[in-house]
Nanobody, 115 residues
Framework: QVQLVESGGGLVQAGGSLRLSCDAS????????MAWYRQAPGKQREMVAI???????NYADSVKGRFTISRENAKNMVYLQMNRLKPEDTAVYYC?????????WGQGTQVTVSS
């Protein structure tokens, strides 16, 4: 049972852009916060961006000014627009959805930024 499905990852040259999508339409509970995390090889998973149900956002310092998180509540979709990508952005990106009952995680989408 896959409740979250990420898409949009790929290989891009440094300075390029990618737009990640997370389909949470299979979640039956009301979603509160949605977030993107990433995990690079040999590193701990870190929060990249978070957006509340009301649209408030927060970003990791490393991506501020370059990444934008957004959501469409009616569709249970969340997006991550990534601009001016750097090699250090290379990681598996995971979508996270928080409900009052359980937290959901996607299987991840690979983002690789070449220099």
């Amino acid at each position: 049972q896959v409740q979250l499905v990420e898409s949009g990852g790929g290989l891009v040259q440094a300075g390029g852009s990618l737009r990640l999508s997370c389909d949470a339409s299979r979640i039956i509970f009301s979603i509160l916060d949605m977030a993107w995390y990433r995990q690079a090889p040999g590193k701990q998973r870190e929060m990249v961006a978070i957006i509340t149900k009301g649209g408030e956002t927060n970003y990791a310092d490393s991506v501020k000014g370059r990444f934008t998180i957004s959501r469409e509540n009616a569709k249970n979709m969340v997006y991550l627009q990534m601009n001016r990508l750097k090699p250090e952005d290379t990681a598996v990106y995971y979508c996270n959805a928080v409900t009052s009952r359980v937290n959901y995680w996607g299987q991840g989408t690979q983002v690789t930024v070449s220099s």
